[in-house]
């Protein structure tokens, strides 16, 4: 008897008003502060990614086109690098590659992530034992040496691409949790029931399954989609960045190699620092607040 | 709808499960039972917790696959399948677990809908589910369109069993349907079986409720720690029960207004004492088939 | 006299209301006796228990009175009740035996719930009030796995009584058991109350049948309300209560066959107590019911410590 609902209030009757699971959900989540901050700072950042580049022309941004390295002023908001590029510009194309890596590489690992997790936990026996091998083996394979092999060989030149490489190696955390989910909620009589009605196992995970760890899949998705923009961004750092085109990580790169701080030009390298830091930073408070909304318990009556 | 019942037998069915930490060990949940349920009959299948009943529900379902032995309904064996679930279907003990609590409660029927009758029209289907739904004796208006935390278990319990009259329903297997159930609800499920019954409909009842089960059933079948221990014909079974834990599990049923009794010891075990044996069973009179006591002193072990 | 509850009003708060769950009960409980309280889903009985001890968060005490020993309790403040709790009046929560931990031994989970208590309690002790209850000390070095349901929950039952209360709450601490283990967990309890080690005791449970061995008197509640109140005997074969009797005739005993004679249950459901109907609240499902009924019955003692609240009753 290990899944029985709340003893009080007591069973509600018939007459009781309608309140639809999601309606309640979503009363909490406009009132959820760290939820509103978190995702109403991600929503700037995406806005000012996609849009500035816009707004500038959609030009170059790594064109040298002004003074070197000359502080923040009335044209060049965010200064100019050694070389005369405007970090503004770079600023904005740099948000664009970072979202986009953050989605690619997110969406990848959390589609390998499910269709491993559920087929592993829904089966059960050998299905399992093949499933769990494969996550344990690439759970241990040391990302960044496997990327710097291929960046080797292949020359990582799109940020798409390097999303791809991300997404493939960062889903086996996501796997086991999903797989352990699915484990308990196989047990439920819901389950047998849609069995009895003739339901095949694809359908039971996406109808029966999936839905009842909803709330658990979207968090999932956006702690993927943070990490992913946090490898992305230590890839650039050391060097092994796609070729073509600016990320943060990339702006941070070059302003590490170009001396950036002992020469005092914050301007180049707080700009994208901040930026990484604001975006991770606010996915993950939001993520906690979305936890409160989504589980009763944490919420404070 | 329901045509008759489908014979129901099972033949030194056992179940052995993989225990221990590298599946080294196995306990036997089930083992070698024998019995059998006419077309229309309703069987009462009586144990505590451990005693495997619920296991050999979920074999009749098909949800747990047999060891050994063979369990046969209308001589075919259980194959589960969209053609099996059309005629035998099961009702569980947990109303609250059956229904997927994201959705609305009527999705059950939906879900019945898709897989079994396709092509009736929405208009046709309104109909039948409402048809179903007052055979059940609930009032459509106030069930139909609510989500499972806004009815009573009772409720619930009885969209089940409407949902498994939507189909061809010959026999069903109803796992402690009612062992959630305040005591004013739980009579009007066990009405409701035993009305199903009389229109022919097969059932298998699983219960660890000793009143609940001589309340419907004529035949029962006594469990424990997996092995059938007496079984009959309801009446003979518990007026005049032979094997000391039958005496045992009636003598510890809490009757209002009666003081417990306790358990009248068995002076000789009647599987010994008998003459012709139908397995681990000895049928004392016609229709009432005990297993050996088990006592102290019985140097002899049943086969 | 150990406990007098006077008009007991408990809400909870939700999202859509107070939900008005204990409307005004009101009884006494005398040295030594056994008390069972018994109702239905939605009645108000685990609520009754919890709001003794004031363990849970979301209720909200609006009014009425409890005495325990001469003394009031704070049954408003959280802080207060601590030195009641467990010391004076202690509960055993419902599905107790399933939230104990499974990765310690049950030795080592009463060592560690005493000590953040800041009690002590010798091992000789402890053993013996095992052996009370049925259980050999070797459970002390067992994990909850390891025992049977009947076992689990008597061992939190010592737990629970530890201290001494004078006063224990029960609830439904049979409902998941085997018949052979709800006789010994039954017989446990009597034994606590017989040794003296607990005063008084009241039992919450929907099973009216095993009530009936235990109860000394039986209180049986609706919607929020109490419906009756007598001696067990007289409740069981006397019934003056509409409900009552409804539900006593809906209990299948051995030997009642369908074919015979069929039970019948009582239709309809509880009402919500978000907004609960003015007048009597078994009224929509009473075959008794008339215009009369529209105001609410008083509770009246139709016999020497018989108390019904029915207009029909009387």
Known sequence: ?????????????????????????????????????????????????????????????????????????????????????????????????????????????????????????YRGGITDEILNMLTNVVLV????????????????????????????????????????????????????????????????????????????????????FGGSILIASSLDFIGLGPT???????????????????????????????????IVGALYVANVGLDEVFNPKLRES | MLEGGLMLTLDRVTKTFRAGAFGGGSTTAVDRVSFSAAPGELVSLIGESGSGKSTIGRMVLGLTQVSSGSLT??????????????????????????????????????????????????????????????????????????????LSGGQLQRLLIARALLLDLRFLVADEITSMLDASTRID??????????????????????????????????????????????????????????????????????PWTTAEPVAACAYHEGGARDGDLYETEPDHFVACAGLPDCGRTPA | MTLTVKDLRVHYRTLRGEVRALDGVGFDLADGEILGLAGESGCG?????????????????????????????????????NAYRFHKISLVPQYSM?????????????????????????????????????????????????????????????ISTLLDPSVLVADEVTSALDVSNQQAVVGALTGLRDKGLVTSMIFVTHDLGLTSHIADSIMVMYAGKLAEKAPTKVLTTEPRHPYTKMLIGSLPQVGARFVDKPLSGIEGSPPSLLN???????????????????????????APRHTVACWKAA
């Open chain 1, 1 to 121: 008897m290990s899944t029985l609902p709340d003893p009080a209030p007591e069973a509600p009757s018939a007459e009781t008003p309608v309140a639809k699971p999601g309606r309640e959900s979503l009363h909490y989540a406009v009132r959820n502060p760290k939820l509103i901050i978190g995702v109403s700072l991600v929503a700037i950042l995406l806005a000012v990614g996609v849009v500035g580049p816009m707004l500038l022309g959609n030009g170059n941004p790594n064109e040298y086109v002004g003074p070197q390295a000359s502080a923040p002023d009335g044209t060049y908001w965010m200064g100019t690098t050694t070389f005369g590029q405007d970090v503004y510009a770079q600023f904005v194309h740099g948000l664009r590659a970072t979202f986009l890596v953050g989605v690619v590489g997110g969406a990848i690992a959390a589609v390998i992530a499910m269709v491993v997790g559920f087929l592993a936990g």
């Open chain 1, 141 to 224: 394979i040391p990302a960044l040496a496997v990327l710097l092999i291929i960046n080797a060989y292949m020359g990582v030149r799109s940020v798409a691409v390097q999303g791809l490489f991300i997404g493939l190696t960062s889903w086996p955390w996501a796997a086991r949790a999903i797989r352990a989910q699915t484990f308990s909620l196989r047990t439920r009589e819901f389950v047998d029931l849609a069995r009895l009605s003739g339901s095949g196992t694809w359908r039971i995970v996406f109808r029966e399954i999936a839905p009842n760890m909803s709330s658990y899949l979207f968090m999932m998705f956006i702690l993927l």
């Open chain 1, 244 to 278: 073509e085109g600016v990320s943060l990580g990339l702006m941070l790169q070059s302003a590490q190699q170009w001396s950036a701080l002992q020469l005092g030009m914050w301007w180049w390298f707080v700009p994208p620092g901040a930026g990484i830091t604001a």
């Open chain 2, 73 to 150: 309904l209308d001589g075919e064996q259980v194959r589960p399948g969209k053609d099996f679930y059309r005629r035998v279907q099961g009702v569980f003990q947990d109303p609250f677990s059956c229904y997927n609590p994201v959705f609305k409660a009527d999705r059950v029927f939906a879900l019945v809908r898709r897989a079994y009758h396709p092509d009736v029209s929405d208009r046709e289907w309104a109909d039948r589910v409402e048809k179903a739904v007052r055979d059940v004796r609930l009032d459509p208006g106030q069930v139909l369109g609510r989500y499972p935390h806004q």
């Open chain 2, 189 to 258: 499920v066990l009405n409701l079986l035993a009305g199903l019954k009389e229109r022919g409909l097969g059932v298998l009842y699983i219960t660890h409720d000793l009143s609940l089960g001589t309340y419907l059933a004529e035949k029962t079948v006594v469990l424990r720690s997996g092995r059938v221990v007496e079984r009959g014909d309801t009446q003979k079974v518990f007026g005049n029960p032979l094997h000391p834990y039958t005496r045992t599990l009636l003598a510890a049923v809490p009757r209002l207004n009666q």
């Open chain 3, 45 to 81: 009985k685990t609520t009754l228990g919890k709001a003794l001890i004031r363990l849970d968060g979301r209720m909200r005490h609006v009014g009425g009175s409890v005495t325990l020993d001469g003394d009031e309790l704070p049954l408003s403040d959280d802080r207060a009740m």
């Open chain 3, 98 to 158: 399933s939230a104990l931990n499974p990765t310690r031994r049950i030795g080592r989970m009463i060592r560690e719930l005493l000590a953040s208590r800041g009690v002590t309690v010798d091992t000789g002790e402890l053993h013996r009030r095992l052996a009370l209850v049925g259980l050999e000390p070797d459970v002390l070095d067992r994990y909850p796995i390891e025992l049977s349901g009947g076992m689990k929950q008597r061992a939190v039952m010592v």
């Open chain 3, 276 to 302: 609960p109907p003015a007048g009597c609240r078994f009224r929509a499902r009473c075959p008794l019911a008339d215009s009369g009924c529209a105001e609410e019955p008083p509770v009246v003692e139709v």
